[in-house]
């Protein structure tokens, strides 16, 4: 494998940055070599101040970097493949509108994209796609579902109507799919329908209920005629079952469940003979109160719009889990106790804690705790998998409180859960990397875990240890398993955190092959006839184009679109180093970009400005192209006036492992200021910064973190901006909070110790706080509680602007270009 440089992203840089080397990971993996190279993209160089820049170089201005996106090119989006593997299909914004246009290339000439036509669409796009063993497959678009037979004819199955979902096929041939609350099977030979099962939540009807009181009973027993009329309903109730059980013409009965709960998770063997379910209790998850105004509206009235519930509303979710015998109708509770761990008190320590604190005691809990099926923001796939053969189903299962996931297999005979791997994190398991689901051709399960530090591949057949196809420091994710179970394709970091390359593992003799050498971020899509990758690929300074090759190690990838326009390509964008950072608190480097103007090293000091990543998970110091595309230019266009600039994956950020990702656990913005503290100290030791004239900004997460740096450690930074900021913990969501604080009824300690509110008396220089009104994520109250927070500890220098019309994710140009003068204003007064 290669080894990277301090200089990750391109060579053509002439100015070198002293410090620690980068280097590649050491892995264990066997890795077999590949040649497939690309052509490496121009790289332009970082450029000097304005007053040396020359009309050729072009000045970057916030005016064009803050415009309307469409100006940097027809950039291509949601790339993958049409239904026959035959067209690369993607999308561009139409210009001058917020629509998307789809285009369509032949694989023997990708470069000549055309638009699809819309009345053809249905073959380049599609919802689902499922492929019987034959070659059959059967696809969804828009409210229709297709079959396309082997001879190459296409039937619509379905126009409009209710709608079918969750497609797949059984073991006789028939496409099964969910119609509302039925599951029902098609043949698509004869087309004959037949409804393998359905649900309520409801009463299960009876012909005759018992007496409820005495009076009821006095009547039953008395009345001749009220006992003729129980007798008839029981009879015919009766003959309705031995029809029912003697001739298919009658559909099946429903199953019953309890009327207060509603379906969590839902899945039918591939044989139509059984069926696993979820339920969870149907309660409301906010409620009246749980809104926000929008004040700028068509008729001028102020309007009240629903939002999500706060984390310190939130109460634990269980849900129950059953096994249904569709020939029977027998209805069985799997039960949690075969889990290892699911009535541990793993929250005893935290508890602990928090009671010594207000004065009482703690006694650990060994109560069953709440579990349900996995789902977050980052696993939408199901959680229930049956084998294409229809013996064997295996469930993934996380605790309510975050500290455990377990994949568990079904013994349909005995009616119980066989634990097949628990993944146990004393802090939280991570929402990410949860991929798990049965070969095709053995009844092995493939899955994704964080056990080793790291996210890797595993294989195992129940009842026996995981094999573990990658291992080494570094993450592997978005698998793709091919049909004849040969490989799984993967996106992974291994040579460098900072760039992701795709690789796939030979599960015959399980080595790794390199399938891309781009050197960036590399995303891929396998074609459905698996003969090929379309890949999507950006550099540093350039935004992601579309690449193909076979999906084969031993060709190379050839770029098929270029789509930047004239005026982005004229503009000299900087291209940041890739350093790391030695830390004070882990043996860990803490990898940052530094953007570095012309002559940083002469006698002057320079003035810098840090960059604070948004999600706390997310990572920024890679060698793509960043999502906070408006941000590095923004940072282009700071160095072409002389600043220095700095962003740092902060201990919590995504792509570094485990421990990195947990630092923050019960203590959110104290790691990563003590990064950030190492980042400015790097400046000053090795870019020539003056430690006085340093600012810093962020949104989301990123404001957060510069609400705790300036409040905390007021001697860090010179100023700060803090875009749509959270400001109190207890007011964000429960699905990523809890994870980290757990929640504020149990840890409020925790919430007290990562919530800026707390800290505001800290406050000393300058601060602006740019807030939306219309943000359903990070809610403008909390700027609103923090701004009269800061009032009456009589703060000074401190000014807030507010952006009616915007969501969390600002949407109009102008606001793009008020909120970046009022930053760019900040530093040039105050550094």
Request: charged share 20%.
């Amino acid at each position: 494998m290669k080894k990277y440089a301090s200089l990750l992203i391109a060579a053509s840089v002439t100015v070198a940055l002293g410090g620690c080397a980068s280097t590649a990971s050491d892995t264990n993996t066997q890795t077999k070599s590949t040649s497939a190279q690309v052509e490496q993209s121009t790289v332009m160089p970082v450029v000097a101040s304005p007053q040396n820049a020359t009309a050729a170089t072009g000045e970057i201005t916030l005016k064009q970097i803050m415009a309307d996106p469409q100006w940097i090119g027809a950039l291509p989006t949601n790339m993958g493949w049409s239904v026959n593997s035959d067209k690369i299909v993607f999308e561009r914004e139409r210009k001058d509108s917020a629509l998307s246009d789809v285009y369509i290339a032949d694989v023997s000439s990708p470069e000549n994209a055309v638009k699809a036509p819309l009345s053809d669409l249905h073959k380049y796009r599609f919802d689902e796609r499922v492929v019987r063993n034959d070659g059959v497959v059967a696809y969804s678009f828009e409210d229709s579902v297709y079959v396309q037979f082997t001879n190459g004819d296409t039937v619509q199955l379905t126009r409009g109507g209710n709608t079918l979902s969750s497609l797949s096929f059984m073991t006789d041939g028939r496409l099964m799919a969910f119609s509302g609350s039925k599951v029902v099977a098609i043949n698509l030979e004869n087309g004959s329908r037949e409804e393998l099962l359905s649900w309520e939540f409801a009463d299960k009807p009876e012909a005759v209920k018992p007496a409820e009181d005495y009076i009821a009973e006095e009547q039953q027993t008395l009345i001749q005629y009220i006992a003729l009329q129980r007798k008839n309903r029981q009879d015919r109730q009766h003959a309705s079952d031995e029809l029912a059980k003697a001739n298919n013409s009658v559909a099946p009965t429903p199953f019953y469940f309890d009327k207060s709960h509603r379906l969590a998770g839902i899945s039918v063997s591939p044989k139509g003979n059984f069926a696993v379910i979820a339920t969870t209790e149907n309660k409301a998850t906010r409620d009246d109160s749980d809104i926000m105004p929008h004040y700028i509206q068509e008729d001028s009235r102020i309007a009240a719009k629903p939002v999500r519930q706060r984390v310190a509303d939130a109460e634990p979710v269980n849900h129950e889990l059953w096994l249904l015998n569709l020939e029977t109708g027998e209805k069985s509770e799997l039960k949690y106790f075969n889990l290892p761990g699911y009535n541990d008190d793993v929250l005893a320590s935290v508890k602990t804690e928090n009671a010594k604190a207000n004065g009482e005691t703690y006694e650990v809990n060994r109560l069953p705790r709440p579990i349900t099926l996995l789902q977050s923001w980052y696993w939408t796939k199901p959680s229930i998998r049956w084998h294409k053969n229809g013996e064997a189903v295996a469930v993934m299962l996380e605790a309510w409180d975050n500290k455990d996931r377990w994949i568990a297999t079904v013994d349909l005979a005995s009616k119980t859960l066989e634990n097949q791997h628990r993944l146990h994190d004393d802090a939280w398991v991570n929402y990410r990397f949860n991929a798990f689901d049965w070969l095709n051709n053995s009844e092995t399960l493939y899955y994704q875990s964080e056990h080793s530090g790291y996210a890797h591949l595993y294989i195992q057949k129940p009842g026996e240890a995981p094999v573990a196809l990658t291992s080494g420091n570094y993450i592997v994710d978005d698998l793709t398993l091919t049909s004849d179970d040969s490989h799984i394709y993967f996106k992974a970091n291994m040579e460098h955190p900072g760039l992701y390359e795709i690789y796939r593992a030979d599960l015959s003799d399980n080595t790794i092959d390199t399938m891309t050498d781009l050197n960036g971020i590399t995303d891929y899509v396998l074609s459905p006839d698996e003969n090929q990758l379309l890949l999507s690929h950006s550099k540093v300074n350039k935004p992601a184009e579309l690449f193909v090759k076979s999906a084969t190690p031993d060709e190379t990838a050839k770029q098929i679109t270029n789509s930047t326009s004239e005026a982005f390509n004229a503009l000299p964008w900087a291209v940041p180093q890739i350093v790391a950072i030695e830390s004070s608190h882990t043996d860990a480097p803490i990898y940052a970009r530094v953007y570095l103007p012309e002559n940083y090293d002469s006698s002057t000091p320079n003035k810098a400005v840090v960059f604070n990543h948004g999600a706390g998970y997310l990572q920024n110091a890679h060698m793509g192209w960043s999502g906070y595309f408006r941000e590095y230019m923004f940072h282009s266009m700071l160095v072409q006036q002389g600043y220095v600039v700095m962003d740092m994956d902060y201990r919590a950020s995504a792509g570094y492992g485990r421990d990195w990702r947990t630092a923050i656990y019960r203590q959110m913005g104290t790691p990563e200021v003590q990064d950030l503290r190492d980042g400015v100290n790097y400046l000053v030791n090795n870019a020539n910064v003056d430690r006085n004239r340093i600012g810093t900004y962020g949104g989301s997460y990123g404001g957060f973190l510069t609400f705790m740096s300036m409040f905390t450690a007021p001697d860090l930074f010179a100023a700060g901006a803090a875009l749509r900021p959270v400001t109190d913990w207890a007011h964000y969501n429960t699905p990523y909070t809890a994870n980290i604080l757990n929640t504020p009824s149990i840890d409020p300690i925790a919430y007290e110790r990562s919530s800026p509110i707390y800290f505001a008396e800290g406050l000393e220089k300058p601060l602006l706080i740019n807030a939306p009104m219309v943000d359903d994520n990070v809610f403008f109250h909390d700027t609103v509680r923090l701004v009269q927070r800061l009032i009456e500890l009589e703060k000074e220098n401190f000014e807030t602007a507010i952006y009616p019309v915007e969501p969390h994710g600002f949407v109009q140009p102008s606001s793009w270009l008020d909120e970046y003068r009022r930053i760019y204003k900040l530093f040039e007064e105050n550094l």
